[in-house]
């Protein structure tokens, strides 16, 4: 899948690696997001227009980022997990185009869906290149960059990756493409689930990131897996 998106890859090496400091994302912010998701859902449609439109003054707050990436999941309901799956598919077996419907699905029902984003920012840059329409009518590195930017920056304010205060993310592939993009981790990543916890053990670290083990709390993945089955 790599070589589909090493091109996009190249503009996040502008971005500042994971700063290793004490954060954490607690049970009171879950709750304020899921009662605001509850009683006021535009307000996090409205905050995600506002993302993808391109249109705040200045940079959005580390508060306001949370509640894009969280909230979000609450209004597509991971709805998009199959058509990311079936776009990941596509890309192992080589087939750019049925990849391209199923990311374009896939942000129809949730706009900031990682893994499409970061795909579909290749791909734009690709159509322009060849004089193709492009999905979206504006500078399309810009935009998609702007997205994946405000989702990697959102998971990384709400930890530091160690088993006490692990990132938080709404989805496995998350944090596949968190590691691999904002920390830029190469090599064999192990997965092992504890309990509402996705460990990695990692064969070789970095600066970005320098311990053996990254840890994510997947509670809104498991929340949306019992949903599914009910």
């Given at each position: 899948m790599k070589k589909y998106i090493i091109t996009f890859l190249l503009l996040f090496c502008a971005l500042i690696c994971t700063a290793q400091e004490y954060k954490s994302f607690d049970k009171a912010e879950w709750k304020h997001i899921k009662a605001l998701c509850t009683s006021r859902p535009d307000s996090i449609r409205n905050l995600v227009k506002t993302l993808l439109n391109g249109v705040t003054k200045s940079p959005l707050t580390t508060a306001k980022s949370q509640l894009i990436y969280i909230g979000q999941s609450y209004i597509s309901q991971g709805k998009e997990?199959?058509?990311v799956q079936e776009m990941l598919k596509a890309l192992i077996k080589g087939n750019t185009d049925k990849a391209?419907?199923?990311a374009q699905q896939a942000l129809?029902?949730?706009p900031i869906s990682?893994?499409?984003i970061v795909f579909m920012?290749?791909?734009a840059c690709n159509m322009v290149g060849n004089g193709t329409n492009s999905p979206i009518n504006i500078d399309p590195e810009a935009y998609y960059l702007r997205i994946a930017t405000c989702v990697l920056d959102a998971?990384?304010?709400?930890?530091?990756g160690t088993i006490s205060h692990p990132f938080v993310v709404t989805s496995e592939e998350d944090a596949r493409f968190f590691m691999h993009y904002q920390l830029r981790l190469k090599g064999e990543k192990r997965a092992k689930r504890t309990g509402n916890r996705l460990d990695f053990d990692l064969s070789r670290a970095n600066d970005c990131y320098n311990r053996s083990i990254i840890s994510f709390d997947i509670t809104r993945v498991i929340e949306l897996q019992e949903q599914s089955k009910q």
């Open positions: 997990e199959k058509m391209i419907t199923y129809a029902i949730n990682l893994p499409a920012g290749r791909e998971i990384s304010s709400t930890g530091d």
